[in-house]
């Protein structure tokens, strides 16, 4: 049995494709099912899924798009899992250094309230 090769086809009324299936196959022009499940380490039953509008699980997606060297924020952008915007971000700050002194002291304050059910409040300046 012949493996069927899949293509892009701009969809019409007609064919209405996600956009994350569409992205798959953009990303994947001229392979098959099993080649492209292959290469991403997952069970081509998956494409047959997404072809039919099935939501792709975030694994699968972040999975996809580092076997096809893609950007994996863009990928998740393109399962609609995250937005365009939040794919277009190109800085994220994380460290204690980049809260101010009120925010560290109400995060504080919120930790000893978890941990011994006393409300403790920072006093403000």
């Not at 798959?24 to 081509?44: H, I, N, S, Y």
């Not at 798009?65 to 399962?79: D, G, I, K, P, T």
């Not at 109400?106 to 409300?119: C, F, K, Q, T, Y």
Request: glycine share 4%; aromatic share 8%; proline share 2%.
């Amino acid at each position: 049995m012949r493996a069927r090769k899949l293509t892009y086809v701009v969809p019409n009324s007609k064919q209405n494709l996600s956009r994350w299936y569409e992205y798959v196959l953009r990303v994947t022009e001229g392979m098959t099912a099993k080649e492209v499940a292959d290469r991403a380490g997952f069970d081509q039953s998956a494409m047959t899924r997404w072809k039919q509008g099935a939501n792709a699980d975030p694994k699968f997606v972040v999975q996809f798009a580092r076997s096809f060297r893609q950007n994996v924020l863009l990928a998740l952008a393109e399962a609609e899992l995250i937005t365009d915007e939040e794919a277009d971000l190109h800085e994220v700050r994380t460290g204690i250094a980049e809260i101010s002194t009120h925010q560290l002291l109400e995060e504080l304050a919120r930790r000893i309230d978890d941990r011994h059910g006393v409300r403790v409040s920072p006093e403000h300046d």
